[in-house]
């Protein structure tokens, strides 16, 4: 059995699994580590086509999302912060601010 | 790294650069001052120039196969500036009033502007990808800019959920074309001149990239996050972000499209064209007919931004030289009527207090007449009613889907434009026909002149294009010669 | 043998994945993160990605897991928020989640898998199919202790530490030589974006200063 395809068959599940819980979930900390899942399988394909083809883009590629990976969640959860500091202040009920 | 990669990386070196010397500069500046205004419009004309005289000379390749250095990666560092230009002079007053931190928020405009040379500029796609990461990541903080409002926290939140979200749809796409094609790099992949054995992987990896950059430039079933996203972060802000932002993402799509090597897909390119097609035409009817019915003008003017993403989508469709060409031109165009309509917005917003309801701009030609007229010019331009430039900008991108072959969508496209004129219209008749809904309570209107001057070269650009199109067509460069 | 690391280490990193998304408690869906985590870097290590791996748990790990997991306690009574805009139902997003899988798994099938090769023109050609590595995992290619100090000798010359250590250094030599020369400008551009998100993070999580930490600031700084 091909380690190429088993390894793409687990990143496969890896980003269903990761990109259902986004769409699932309501908590933006658990919606947040569901986006670091699918990043986390495009890595996993990443690697498993650099190996199979003997090409190190593909690994250098994995390391600079690692690195974006980092700066999104430093980022993020500030926002996060962010709206919940207000959120305890103005005592709005709901995030949904702006519907309508 | 020799000289012609020092040059070609230039543009990006000195947006960065007066970013950083922007931080520096306020570190040790304790009042709030115009300073890194300045030093952001100085920085970006520097780049504009820098990137014109590269313009002219030989098209090449730098950093080993790294950053393009052609006509299209300068046209579009140029208009990137010109939006950085026009961005920083409307900030001015915006900011000081709501007593932002001005050095930070222009350092990230900066930073923002040289991810977005990356994108238009990078020969593979690990260099797109950082480019379209640094101007994301610009993009959420400057969303979530009045950290004490919670429209614009919110704004942050839902851009930056959804934005990352769809990086990994992105990133996904960019592994399935990798490993279909053995390769990141464009020139690369370019120069693949037969492809013996592919499937459906190469499609599946292209239309995953797509449903990424759709999200990046709030295509019609992607769009959701806009309105919203629009309307809570700073107005200026949103000028910003839908117009240079979308531009960077459809020179980016246009350049990995353009790199797909002749055969690779076979049958593949036919639908992945009719993949294209149908995001451009459902984008351009939803957002056209949505916006009929709104009555907030930042929300008008986010839908509106769906339908224009619907037009540029138009020319990736027709994925040839004219729709090239096209999407050059459009996207131009598109970025001075939309910064400035924006920028209209920003600037009544601040003047008066109110302005976010389109029945605040009834009588606006009374109270403003000034504002009133340009924002007349800007949004006969944004219909398409010549002889403004918007006209020429669509005449062109049906032209090229014509020219492909898709006749059908041209008309769609014709079609959309005729219901957009209703909206865009309408608010021309409530300012010139309408009486004031509320009379000006003796409030002091503070004039805003340097952001007149922004939205005044805007328009006049849009005339002058309009008038003469033949400007733009030639710095695009490829053909209608 | 390979076969059954494999499916341990991909059955761990599966788990934690559905743990992370489904689990009800946020703080059960932190912690098994760290397992997917950890099973992914498994996979790392067995397709001879040992630095990617280390990496793996040094930035994962050791950085985001810990971020995430101090949000978890700073925004404990965060209340939830719907990014879901519109009227589509959770079947709809699982059928949506499911018809991709599905896509991908047939794409990942139906494709033959694709290597690129220089022909005599200079240009470059796509042959090779997975047919023939599927019965070889791995062996077709040249991604090997051995094969990759023979492939950077010519390149590079052959570094001390590689032939002190017999090939033992990995794949961490040739990532760094890549990073310094083909890469050079991707490994510089990423410091704007650090640079973008340190001074982003700061500016949007920092507390807004009261009057009179104003005045004592003013009076220290004088």
């Known amino acids: ?100 | 790294m020799n000289n012609t990669d020092f040059i070609a990386a230039l543009p990006l070196i000195i947006l960065a650069g007066t970013g950083l010397l922007i931080l520096l500069w306020d570190a040790f500046e304790k009042t709030p001052s115009r300073a890194p205004l300045i030093l952001t419009m100085a920085g970006a004309i520097a780049a504009a120039i820098v990137a014109g005289i590269n313009m002219t000379g030989p098209a090449s390749v730098a950093f080993g196969g790294l950053l393009y250095d052609n006509a299209f990666s300068n046209f579009f560092t140029i208009i990137f500036s010109a939006a950085t230009i026009l961005t920083a002079l409307l900030a001015e007053r915006y900011l000081l009033e709501e007593e932002v931190l001005v050095g930070e928020f222009c350092a990230l405009i900066l930073f923002a502007a040289s991810g977005m040379v990356m994108m238009a500029s990078g020969a593979d796609m690990l260099v797109i990808f950082l480019g379209l990461e640094t101007m994301s990541i610009a993009f959420y903080v400057l969303a979530g800019l009045f950290r004490t409002k919670t429209e614009s926290n919110e704004a942050a939140l839902k851009y930056f959920l959804l934005g990352a979200f769809a990086t990994g749809f992105f990133l996904y796409g960019i592994a399935l074309i990798y490993g279909s094609l053995g390769t990141m790099n464009l020139v690369a992949m370019s120069n693949i001149h037969s492809v013996t054995t592919s499937g459906p992987m190469l499609l599946l990896g292209l239309i995953l990239l797509i449903v990424g950059f759709a999200f990046k430039v709030a295509a019609f079933p992607f769009h959701q996050w806009a309105p919203d996203v629009y309307e809570g972060a700073p107005t200026v802000v949103s000028g910003y972000m839908s117009t240079a932002g979308k531009a960077a993402a459809f020179s980016a799509i246009v350049l990995v499209f353009s790199s797909m090597p002749a055969g690779a897909l076979a049958g593949g390119a036919a639908k992945i064209q009719i993949v294209i097609a149908a995001l451009a035409a459902c984008s351009m009817l939803y957002g056209n007919i949505v916006a009929l019915s709104q009555t907030k003008i930042k929300r008008m003017l986010a839908y509106s931004s769906t339908a224009h993403a619907g037009y540029l989508l138009l020319g990736v469709a027709a994925l040839n030289a004219t729709g090239v060409a096209a999407i050059e031109i459009y996207a131009a165009v598109y970025l001075l009527m939309q910064i400035a309509a924006f920028g209209i917005v920003a600037l009544l917003e601040k003047e008066t207090g109110t302005g976010l309801n389109l029945d605040d701009y009834a009588g606006l030609a009374k109270r403003r007449p000034w504002a009133a007229f340009l924002l007349a010019i800007i949004m006969l331009s944004l219909a398409g009613i010549p002889p403004f430039a918007g006209f020429f900008g669509k005449y062109y991108l049906f032209l090229a889907a014509i020219n492909a072959g898709l006749t059908w969508l041209a008309i769609v496209g014709v079609v959309s434009s005729i219901i957009a004129s209703y909206f865009y219209l309408r608010i021309i008749v409530l300012m010139y026909f309408r009486e004031p809904l509320h009379a000006d309570d003796g409030i002091a209107v503070k004039e805003n002149n340097i952001s007149y001057i922004a939205i005044g070269l805007a328009s006049a650009a849009l005339v002058v294009l309009g008038l003469m199109p033949g400007l733009l067509t030639d710095a695009t460069g490829y053909f209608f010669k | ?222």
């Open chain 3, 1 to 222: 043998m390979f076969d059954i690391i494999f499916y341990i280490f991909g059955a761990i990193t599966v788990g934690g994945a559905l743990v992370t998304a489904f689990a009800r408690n946020i703080v059960y869906a932190a912690f098994s993160l760290l397992f997917t985590f950890f099973g992914i870097a498994g996979l790392y290590i067995m397709a001879n990605a040992d630095f990617l791996a280390v990496t793996q748990l040094l930035v994962y790990v050791g950085g985001i897991l810990i971020l995430l997991i101090f949000g978890v306690m700073l925004t404990s009574r965060i209340g939830t928020v719907d990014i879901r805009v519109g009227t589509g139902s959770r079947w709809v997003a699982g059928i949506m989640a499911l018809g991709l899988f599905a896509i991908l798994c047939a794409a990942f099938f139906g494709t033959a898998a694709t290597h690129t090769e220089k022909s005599a023109d200079g240009k470059s050609q796509v042959v090779t199919s997975w047919a023939t590595h599927a019965t070889r995992p791995w062996s077709g290619s040249k991604w090997n202790q051995d094969a990759t100090t023979e492939a950077l000798k010519p390149k590079y010359g052959a570094p001390d530490e590689v032939k002190s250590n017999e090939g033992s250094s990995g794949t961490s030599v040739e990532i760094g030589t890549l990073f310094l020369t083909d890469y050079l400008l991707p490994f510089e551009v990423i410091s704007v974006l650090i640079l973008v998100s340190l001074l982003g993070a700061t500016m949007i999580a920092r507390k807004e200063p009261t009057k009179e930490e104003e005045a004592i600031a003013e009076s220290v700084s004088v």
């Open chain 1, 1 to 100: 059995m091909s380690s190429l395809s088993n390894y793409l068959i687990v990143s496969a599940i890896l980003f269903m699994i990761g990109a259902s819980g986004v769409m699932f979930r309501k908590n933006v900390i658990v919606i947040f580590m569901c986006v670091e899942l699918m990043l986390n399988a495009v890595n996993l394909t990443l690697i498993a086509f650099s190996q199979f083809m003997g090409d190190q883009s593909g690994q250098i590629l994995v390391f600079f999302v690692m690195t974006v990976a980092a700066a999104e969640a430093a980022v993020g959860l500030a926002i996060v912060i962010s709206v919940y500091r207000n959120k305890e202040t103005v005592e709005i009920d709901k995030l949904n601010l702006l519907k309508g």
